[in-house]
């Protein structure tokens, strides 16, 4: 299969989903922010690399314990947020575009649905709970899931906002980085 692939947050997105959702999240349901302590705690043991990064993010999760619906307050938040996705993108959308992502899937998969576009890897989260099932979706993982899902794929081309793509970003015919809107080719030297 060919395929272009898109990183999702400040690539095809203006902004990071997680986060807007988080702060979606506490305007509508404040008992929230109960759950910040463990998330504080959590990014201090990762940035002293006590703790990986994924239990970090489960810790930081915690919240969705506090949101009664989930599934109905991310179909809300995508009905306010939809308009955030780039027009060059909707503009040059394709059928196998694959979306790879170290947000969670249960975040992302409504707004892709909207979108038609049927490949999603994203981290897998238990909507509920905020556990992981597996790594974080992210760096050379992003690699591993792809090859999983889609063992023959060929990237023709790839766009991220973000270094830390590198490995993926190899993958592909052609690379670009998107900054502030704006994608510009992404030359890597070996």
Known sequence: ???????????????????DF????????PRVLLALPF??????LYILKFVPKT??????????RFVPNVEALISSFWDENS?????WYLENKEENDI???ASPEFLLKPM?????????IASKVDMKTGRYTGKNCYGEEKVRR?????????????????????????LAKERFLVRDKERKAWIIKD
């Open 22 to 29: 988080y702060k979606y999240c506490i305007r509508r349901y």
């Open 1 to 19: 299969m060919e395929c272009n692939a898109y990183d999702f947050d400040k690539t095809i997105y203006n902004g990071d989903a997680t986060l």
């Open 39 to 44: 998330a504080m705690v959590g990014a201090v």
């Open 146 to 170: 792809l090859k999983n899902e889609f063992e023959d794929c060929v990237i023709n081309e790839f766009y991220s906002d973000s270094l830390s793509d590198l490995p993926l970003a190899r």
């Open 55 to 64: 239990r970090f993010k489960e810790l930081f999760f915690g919240f969705l």
């Open 83 to 87: 308009e955030r996705i780039f027009t």
């Open 99 to 101: 979306i790879i992502s």
């Open 112 to 120: 892709c649905n909207r979108l038609d576009i049927q490949y999603l």
